[in-house]
């Protein structure tokens, strides 16, 4: 089993910068691929980014060049530098952390962009 703990959400305004973390506790041992997704209110979850253990990264279109993932193997912990955050990234943001054959989430962390 994996524990996931978010932190980093808030308001902030069109223009800004959040950072998420989420770290990982439990069997981290197998942990592969590390990533976040979102979901805004009506519409399905999408996914954001990702990267692998070894840092090889994936991003969807609507953030690259304004988002950042990283992570800290050696803390089990996956980062999500936002920038130049729009009015439309507002969503709730969920951790996701693949160990093994398993997938498991995070609690999800609440980001509202004002415009």
């Known amino acids: 089993q994996v524990q996931l703990v978010e932190s980093g959400g808030g308001l902030v305004q069109a223009g800004g910068s959040l950072r998420l973390s989420c770290a990982a506790s439990g069997s981290t041992f197998s942990i592969g691929y590390m990533g976040w997704n979102r979901q805004a209110p009506g519409k399905q979850r999408e996914l954001v980014a990702t990267?692998?253990?070894?840092?090889?990264?994936n991003y969807a279109d609507s953030v690259k060049g304004r988002f950042t993932i990283s992570r800290d193997n050696a803390k089990n912990t996956v980062y999500l530098q936002m920038n130049n955050l729009k009015p439309e990234d507002t969503a709730v943001y969920y951790c996701?952390?693949?160990?093994?054959?398993?997938?498991?989430w995070g609690q999800g962390t609440q980001v509202t962009v004002s415009s």
């Open positions: 996701r952390v693949d160990e093994n054959t398993s997938i498991y």
């Open positions: 990267i692998g253990r070894r840092g090889t990264t």
